[in-house]
């Protein structure tokens, strides 16, 4: 006897080939979104130490 579905197999191997790519793209995706968060909180806190200096700078020279 002969399977009905001859392409059965290759299709479902490819379904998983599939998944696997999406599931390593998400994973990816991810990194990529906390190292920008990461990136982002550093350049906040350096941005608010700038602004504190400036700051810093203006209150002395107007006393």
Same mark, same amino acid.
């Given at each position: 006897m002969?399977? +009905?579905r +001859? &392409?059965?197999? +290759?299709?479902?191997?490819?379904?998983?080939?599939? @998944?696997?790519?999406?599931?390593?793209?998400?994973?990816?995706?991810? &990194?990529? $979104?906390?190292? @920008?968060?990461?990136? &982002?909180?550093?350049l906040? $806190?350096?941005?608010?130490? $700038? !602004?504190?200096? @400036?700051?810093? !700078?203006?209150?002395?020279?107007? !006393?």
């Open positions: 002969t399977d +009905p +001859p &392409h059965a197999i +290759p299709a479902a191997t490819r379904i998983d080939a599939a @998944l696997a790519r999406i599931e390593a793209a998400i994973d990816a995706r991810a &990194h990529a $979104a906390d190292a @920008l968060a990461r990136r &982002h909180a550093a906040k $806190a350096r941005m608010a130490e $700038a !602004v504190t200096a @400036l700051d810093d !700078v203006i209150s002395r020279g107007t !006393v």
